[in-house]
């Protein structure tokens, strides 16, 4: 049940991103100006927590989505969709591990514009 809250709530972040983005991608067609004040606001330390959380979500998503396919594609998934949700919840730590150190250096020291 956790996977499928899951994956639906990573869904819908991900869908809301995507909607952000492309609006403020066409605030270029309004002038450079405005477009660069959008992304002036990008780089606080709120919205880089905010981008740690939307590639949380991404790498979530796409694991559990390799996962849904097994279990929908193959005779066995249906018998090991628990241990798959775990391995998905390991692979997610070891990748988001990987990431958020570098990236929280960056936001908090101002590293890598």
């Known amino acids: 049940m956790w996977s499928w809250v899951l994956h ?10 995507l909607l952000v983005h492309v609006l403020d991608t066409a605030t270029l067609r309004i002038s ?9 606001a990008y780089k606080t330390p709120i919205m880089g927590i905010g981008e740690a959380g ?7 998503h796409a694991l559990n ?5 097994l279990v929908d594609a193959t005779s066995w ?6 241990k798959m949700f775990y391995i998905v919840l390991v692979l997610w730590a070891i990748l988001m ?4 150190p ?12």
């Open 8 to 17: 639906r709530i990573t869904g819908i972040a991900i869908y809301f991103f």
């Open 32 to 40: 450079p100006e405005v477009y660069n004040g959008v992304l002036g």
């Open 54 to 60: 939307l590639v949380g979500a991404i790498v979530f």
């Open 65 to 69: 989505g390799l996962r849904i396919i």
């Open 77 to 82: 998934g249906t018998r090991h969709q628990k």
């Open 97 to 100: 591990a990987g990431f958020l």
């Open 102 to 113: 570098r990236h929280l250096i960056n936001v908090f020291t101002g590293g890598a514009e």
